[in-house]
């Protein structure tokens, strides 16, 4: 049986006659730049998440673009950010002129470790961008302590993590902004590209707005320079067909997350990285030794969403072994991050100070691979993927 990683269809061909429906209204309405549905997205989705404001944009790129912009972040600044990331919170920074420090991650939860930000400080620092990746909050009073102390902005990158949530709150809420995409990988994933921008600040979401506009208020009369930031309608009256479902969808990824942390660690020289370990503190790793494969785990505090199920593989090139295997078996299976930011060329001309200190998210590069974890993955493809895992490691 083939496994995919990921099933846009089987997700959105069941809603097929509601989108048809929904593509029809706004086809007829003639209203294809802004308007009532990116209105009505960005109150929604602002009410899901627990924001004052939302502000509809064209990608979780432009999410986090418009969020330093709006922060009047440039050169001469420095921005912390996770070394092991998707490109595009590292990427963001750079554009704006501002040099991305980047910050080594924690082994158990994947995210930032707060205590090496805290090493990575200067007087240049302005910002920190925590990444909620993998679907799990990064630890937010951490963060949000470091940014009291040293004055830093705080940007939540919420690509992978809409609608989970740290201690009760929502991601992307906590700290002056949170970006979130609706690349059709993520959990709230549209027919294409977008994103959102949440804030509680009036004045900073206003910012925002006008930014995404070309930086125009009114129209043809700019203070600022902005660019064209905006969410298609199209896209906005589409996404809200889903988000209606997003609750059923999110529990389905955790009730697959937990058949597999069951099924997995009961295969021998699996173990779950256990919560102990963690977090940003200098993680002991000893009782892991042994293990081959550990398992992705979940904070009490946290609820975690489940963008990615990630393992770590351990041991010299085993961790490309099993991906091979997996494929041999029609297993989908992809590395997420096989590079960190601070091993990126594009980056090499950084100083090197912005570039010292990742060894963890190094070995976490090496290590990781992501097994399907989506919503509409049946229990008889996960005792598939189980079953591949068990003869991969020779305990079946
Ligand atoms: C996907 C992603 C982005 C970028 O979102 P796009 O909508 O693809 O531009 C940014 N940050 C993280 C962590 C992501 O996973």
Not at 31 to 60: K, Y
Not at 211 to 232: A, Q, T
Not at 360 to 386: C, F, W
Request: charged content about 25%; some cysteine.
């Amino acid at each position: 049986m083939k496994v995919p990683l990921l099933d846009v269809n089987a997700q959105n061909l069941p809603l097929e006659e509601e989108l048809t429906a929904t593509f029809t209204r706004v086809l007829r309405s003639g209203r294809f730049i802004m308007g009532p549905e990116v209105e009505a997205l960005e109150a929604e989705v602002a009410e899901f998440v627990g924001a004052r404001h939302g502000i509809g944009v064209a990608s979780g790129t432009d999410a986090i673009l418009v969020a330093l912009m709006a922060l009047d972040i440039g050169p001469g600044d420095e921005v912390l950010c996770p070394t092991f990331t998707f490109f595009a919170t590292a990427g963001c920074i750079s554009r704006t002129g501002a040099i991305p420090v980047f910050v080594d991650a924690c082994p158990v939860c994947f995210n930032m470790d707060v205590e090496d930000a805290a090493r990575k400080v200067t007087e240049r620092t302005k910002a920190i961008i925590p990444v909620h990746l993998f679907g799990q909050s990064a630890e937010m009073d951490a963060v949000i302590a470091l940014a009291g102390e040293h004055d830093l902005y705080v940007i939540e990158d919420g690509a992978q993590a809409i609608g989970s949530r740290y201690k009760g709150r929502g991601c992307g809420t906590i700290g002056e902004f949170g970006t979130y995409s609706f690349f059709p990988s993520k959990n709230l994933g549209g027919f294409g590209d977008g994103g959102m921008v949440v804030c509680n600040d009036e004045s900073l979401a206003e910012r925002a707005r006008i930014l995404r506009m070309h930086g125009s208020k009114p129209k043809y009369f700019h203070r600022e320079v902005g660019g064209n930031f905006r969410l298609d309608p199209l896209q906005a009256a589409l996404l809200r067909v889903k988000l209606r479902r997003y609750g059923d969808y999110t529990r389905a990824r955790q009730e697959n997350a937990a058949y597999y942390t069951r099924k997995l660690s009961a295969l021998e020289g699996v173990v779950t990285a256990a919560p102990a370990h963690c977090c940003c503190a200098s993680v002991q790793d000893e009782s892991l030794e042994e293990a081959r494969v550990v398992l992705p785990t979940c904070y009490e505090h946290n609820e975690h969403i489940w963008n990615q199920f990630t393992l770590r593989v351990r041991g010299e090139g085993q961790r490309d072994a099993l991906k091979r295997h997996l494929g041999d078996c029609e297993i989908g299976c992809e590395i997420y991050y096989p590079l960190t930011m601070d091993q990126q060329e594009c980056f090499t001309n950084l100083p090197e100070s912005s570039r010292t200190g990742n060894e963890v998210a190094h070995r976490l590069a090496d290590e990781v691979l992501s097994i399907p974890v989506y919503p509409e993955l049946t229990r008889e493809m996960q005792d598939v993927v189980v079953g591949a895992l068990g003869k991969f490691l020779g305990v079946d």
